[in-house]
């Protein structure tokens, strides 16, 4: 089945320790994101990457990198840098370009908490 | 300042009844619009769209109202489901484009049986 595969699912982490959040789709879609859900507030934007080889920042990207050597593959690293990691982390795939109807279509989403 | 919001963090409607959804955005350049429907530890669906050049669109018991004097968003369900118990986050973007989307705050919408 085509679709989003976000591991791992619940990650525990310790204060200043580098995590990495993996995201992988078959959907063949040009576009990944990831998205950040605190309680009470919408999804933010942490990068996004439209093509092979190049992402952009979205609006809370400190503290966080990504790398896209694969259309597949959109891994998010959180670095001890990122002052409050806590939260739900969501993967998210679109086509792109004139066939973009602006419609994501999501992982399950990884659960980060820092000890 | 949050471009997009839903003011109602929670409602709760009876089966068989109509559930009203809202959502408000201040940018009049946006002209697309989107509802999503999230699940407990899932990550959202997407459930109904409508560009600016509509002010309705329907699809089974979801139905999007667009009022663009006002920039104010309606979702419609009816009737309601237990099932539909979800947050409901609205989306907002220009020109259709994915990587724009601005998301508001959530609604806690609960279907009593």
């Known amino acids: 089945d085509g679709g989003i595969t976000q591991s791992p699912k619940y990650l525990f982490r310790k204060e200043g320790q580098n995590v990495t959040l993996s995201c992988e789709q078959n959907?063949?879609?040009?576009?990944m994101y990831w998205y950040r859900q605190d309680p009470g507030q919408g999804l933010r934007l942490i990068y996004y990457?439209?093509?092979?080889?190049?992402?952009q920042k979205g609006d809370i990207a400190e503290g966080y990198s990504v790398s896209r050597e694969k259309k597949e593959s959109f891994p998010l690293t959180v670095t001890s840098a990122q002052k409050n990691p806590t939260a739900f982390y969501l993967c998210a795939s679109s086509t792109s370009g004139g066939r973009s109807t602006g419609e994501l279509f999501f992982g399950e989403g990884s659960r980060l908490t820092v000890l | 300042d949050q471009q997009v919001k839903q003011n109602s963090p929670s409602l709760s409607v009876q089966e068989g009844r109509i559930s009203i959804l809202n959502c408000d955005y201040t940018n009049s350049m946006f002209d697309y619009f989107l509802w999503y429907k999230k699940y407990p530890a899932e990550g959202p669906t997407f459930l109904i769209s409508?560009?600016?050049?509509?002010d309705k669109n329907e699809d089974g018991r979801f139905t999007v109202f667009l009022n663009k004097s006002a920039k104010h968003l309606s979702l419609h369900i009816v009737p309601s489901q237990p099932g539909d118990s979800a947050v409901y986050f609205c989306?907002?973007?220009?020109?259709?484009?994915?990587?724009?989307?601005?998301f508001g705050s959530g609604t806690q919408l609960t279907v009593l049986p």
């Open positions: 409508i560009s600016s050049i509509k």
């Open positions: 989306a907002v973007s220009t020109s259709g484009s994915a990587r724009q989307l601005t």
């Open positions: 959907l063949n879609h040009d576009a």
């Open positions: 990457s439209q093509i092979v080889n190049d992402f």
